[in-house]
């Protein structure tokens, strides 16, 4: 049971456009979201959090929104960068689980030329 | 700054051996985790570890074990592998009892290949 989902596997983007990357997840006890970033052969890498006491968290060129009602969030990635190319995972944490996190399949972004 | 340490970055082993990834943390953190990736399927925890000889189940424990002695040190042991357990190992770490902090802090990986 995937209770986070990123139902895109794959996004190709020209450099300086905007990326928009999307995750859903289905169970309504979750109350932390973050991204990683990670490039091949390497560990991912923490980018962006939110509570989901807020619906937007801002750092830079990246900016998370959180939809509650819809259990919906997406990363928005402007502008775009040929280094952004990487793979981006949401993951969610439980209320109370203190440490657990669950995480999505995965979207592998593709910035060009 | 952040330090996860894993022994190997490349491994080959032959089915039924014994494995052991070994992963360290520099940071004093109480909570350290282990994942794999694969495509498709993300990252799945393994087991997880929230103090020195504590340990718990994760999501996938089947045919894995794992060790903690030391506060630093989290490994990781199949115990006959097999082929289905090729796959990205990834550590983590995270400090304890900070409210509203859930960043885990990852190893560069190990990617096991049982033949």
Redo the contacts between chains.
Sequence with gaps: DQQVKQNSPSLSVQEGRISILNCDYTNSMFDYFLWYKKYPAEGPTFLISISSIKDKNEDGRFTVFLNKSAKHLSLHIVPSQPGDSAVYFCAARITGTASKLTFGTGTRLQVTL | DVK?TQSS?YLVKRTGEKVFLECVQDMDHE?M?W?RQDP??????IY?S?DVKMKEK?DIPEGYSVSREKKERFSLILESASTNQTSMY?C?S?E?GRI?S????????T?LTVT
């Design positions: 996860v970055r909570n985790f994942y498709g399927l993300g990252l799945r925890l997880f929230y994760g990834l983590a995270l304890g509203g859930y960043e885990q802090y990852f190893g560069p990986g990617r």
